[in-house]
Nanobody
Framework: VQLVESGGGLVQAGDSLRLSCAAS????????LGWFRQAPGKEREFVAH????????NVADSMKGRFTISRDNAKNTVYLQMNSLKPEDTANYYC???????????????WGQGTQVTVSS
């Protein structure tokens, strides 16, 4: 199983980025997909997750209205659209997959290596 994130980079405050996570080696359509982030010296933080069919999503309160999660089961890919980025959004962003409906972070089965997002002020 592989989860490969892409789309990170260096942007200015107020800019947008769309992260992608391409999955292989698993029956993608059956998995809940999540995005997490971790900044240096901080604990890993939940960002968003999406149900197997995309019918239900949840975004962390601090990111609601700015971040949107979506998926394309035909492409085995999950996306994170990030708008109005702030310097405090700077972190390494990871995607993860779980067979549970609404998994806690510990209940994710597979994790990607992450993509770095840096937001300058």
């Amino acid at each position: 199983v592989q989860l490969v994130e892409s789309g990170g980079g260096l942007v200015q405050a107020g800019d947008s980025l769309r992260l992608s996570c391409a999955a292989s080696g698993l029956s993608f359509r059956w998995y809940t997909l999540g995005w997490f982030r971790q900044a240096p010296g901080k604990e890993r933080e939940f960002v968003a997750h999406i149900s197997w069919n995309g019918g239900s999503t949840n975004v962390a309160d601090s990111m609601k209205g700015r971040f949107t999660i979506s998926r394309d089961n035909a492409k085995n890919t999950v996306y994170l659209q990030m708008n109005s980025l702030k310097p405090e959004d700077t972190a390494n962003y990871y995607c993860a997959a779980s067979l549970r409906d609404w998994p806690s972070p510990r209940e994710y089965d597979y994790w990607g290596q992450g993509t770095q997002v840096t937001v300058s002020s």
